[in-house]
């Protein structure tokens, strides 16, 4: 692209150079000089604009866990905006939506607000969906990324299941960058299906506030956490407090079912894990 600006730009110059190289004109010369000038920083005024537009999504595209301080504080971002992306039945019960604004609002400090949006999209094509999947189907559907004051977190609802399912393991979701998560709602819908006595809402919630613990860097997702002691090192990331929101319990569909069968309320992070979170 550097190559294309240099000769268009050098063009123009031998161009403007042969129509004015039979005047001695000392003015004229001056003239020309300058003109050449501005001429090559247009170009490079021009090659910085195109790399600063094709870079506004690089905040969102870290590694998990590396933007959890600025989620949790004001400092760098006074906003959060969090954008539900689904399609159509897949849209998560307004219980869960209220539960977890409620969830940020307690644990987050955003002065400036915490908004929620929702964008329906077209069916998305391609369950069971793999890791690479998943990254094309934000790519293709996310609207909100970090800006300004502004940092934005991605859920997509999916309806579909995730490729490491099998015939008795399921995954109900999963954190997968610093800002995205996926949440696997026809998985949900199908097990709350299965047994009247689960509700889908608190399945819904007890999942995607879960993810969001780990966006917020729960359990020493950096190797940070004042209380290290707490992570099940049977399953890395975790809380081994068992009635903790962090808790790894299993992904068996019959223990999941027992889990959550008649349960209204949802699980809450203990006091290590709040403790790792204001540190």
């Known amino acids: 692209k550097d190559q294309a600006y240099f000769h268009n730009g050098y063009n123009k110059i031998i161009f403007a150079y042969h ?52 989620i949790l504080s004001s400092g760098n971002y006074s906003k959060l905006t969090v954008e539900f992306v689904y399609f159509g039945l897949f849209r ?6 209220s539960n977890f604004r409620s969830f940020l609002s307690e644990r987050l400090n955003k002065p400036g607000g915490i908004t929620i949006i929702e964008t329906s999209v077209p069916e998305v094509q391609g369950s069971p969906f793999t890791s690479a999947e998943l990254l094309a189907i934000e790519d293709e559907n996310r609207t909100v990324y970090t800006s300004g004051d502004t940092i934005a977190v991605y ?44 509700a889908l809402s608190t399945l819904e919630t007890t999942t995607l506030e879960h993810e969001f613990g780990h966006i917020l860097g729960l359990v020493n997702l950096l190797d940070d956490d004042i209380h290290t002691n707490h ?49």
Request: contains cysteine.
């Open 19 to 70: 129509k004015f190289s039979i005047m001695n004109n000392t003015t004229i010369k001056i003239a020309f000089i300058l003109f050449c000038f501005l001429l090559i920083a247009s170009c490079k005024k021009e090659d910085d604009n195109t790399e600063v537009i094709s870079d506004f999504k690089a905040e969102n595209r870290l590694s998990l866990g590396v933007s959890a301080e600025d």
């Open 92 to 97: 998560p019960t307004e219980l869960a939506i």
């Open 231 to 279: 992570e099940d090192t049977g399953h890395p990331k975790h809380c081994k407090v068992e009635n903790c929101l962090m808790y790894f319990e299993s992904n068996t569909r019959s223990k999941i079912l027992e889990r959550f069968s008649g349960r209204a309320d949802i699980p809450e992070l203990d006091s290590l894990c709040i403790e790792d979170l204001q540190a």
């Open 155 to 198: 859920v997509f609802f999916a309806n579909g299941v995730s490729s490491n399912d099998t015939s008795t393991r399921v995954t109900l979701g999963t954190a997968y960058r610093n800002t995205s998560i996926v949440i696997y709602e026809k998985t949900l819908q199908t097990l709350a299906a299965s047994n009247p006595s689960v």
